[in-house]
């Protein structure tokens, strides 16, 4: 069901701050930035081999991205994990008793169908669903 990690989602104040590190300090490159306007975030995603790193920055005080800044500091917010087929792994997760955030699959950031499973799940950590054509 699980083919690799998609991405990592860093909850950090300033894309423009934050990407000076990975690009001028680790070589790396931001490829991509792109708002999710629903989810009240700008995204800047970084490929690191076969995965990537996804920097993430509230649009809005009230945004959740804010909210997780506010109460935890910046820092690792979500692990993505890429699925063939998104609608079925929820399915089958739903059938061992995980509870999901997401029953529905939601649009993600670079046209990605996406779902969030309850941290409850995975010690804490908030796991995303992720399917790519
Ligand atoms: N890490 C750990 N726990 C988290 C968490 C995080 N990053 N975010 C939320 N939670 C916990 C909450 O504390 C809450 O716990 P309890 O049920 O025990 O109180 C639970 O998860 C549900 O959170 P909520 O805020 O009550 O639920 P919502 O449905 O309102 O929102 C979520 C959940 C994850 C969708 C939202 O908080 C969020 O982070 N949205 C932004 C998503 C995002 O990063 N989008 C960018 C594009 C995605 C992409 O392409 O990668």
Redesign the pocket.
């Known amino acids: 069901m699980i083919k690799k990690v998609?991405?990592i989602?860093i909850?950090v104040k300033s894309i423009e701050e934050a990407r000076k590190f990975y690009e001028e300090v680790l070589g790396l490159k931001v490829t991509g930035i792109e708002e999710?306007k629903e989810?009240?975030?700008k995204?800047a995603f970084i490929p690191v081999g076969d995965s990537e790193i996804?920097l993430?920055e509230s649009t809005s005080e009230d945004?959740?991205?804010a909210?997780?800044i506010e109460?935890?500091g910046e820092g690792?917010?979500?692990i993505?994990l890429q699925v063939d087929d998104i609608e079925k792994a929820l399915e089958e997760l739903k059938g061992k008793g995980v509870k999901l955030?997401?029953e529905v699959p939601r649009?993600?950031?670079?046209g990605?169908k996406?779902a969030?499973v309850?941290?409850?799940n995975a010690n804490?950590?908030?796991l995303?669903l992720?399917e790519r054509d």
């Not at 649009?107 to 670079?110: K, P």
């Open positions: 998609d991405h989602g909850a999710v989810q009240k975030v995204t996804e993430l945004g959740p991205v909210k997780f109460k935890r690792i917010h979500h993505a955030i997401d649009y993600g950031a670079g990605a996406i969030f309850h941290p409850k804490g950590v908030l995303e992720c």
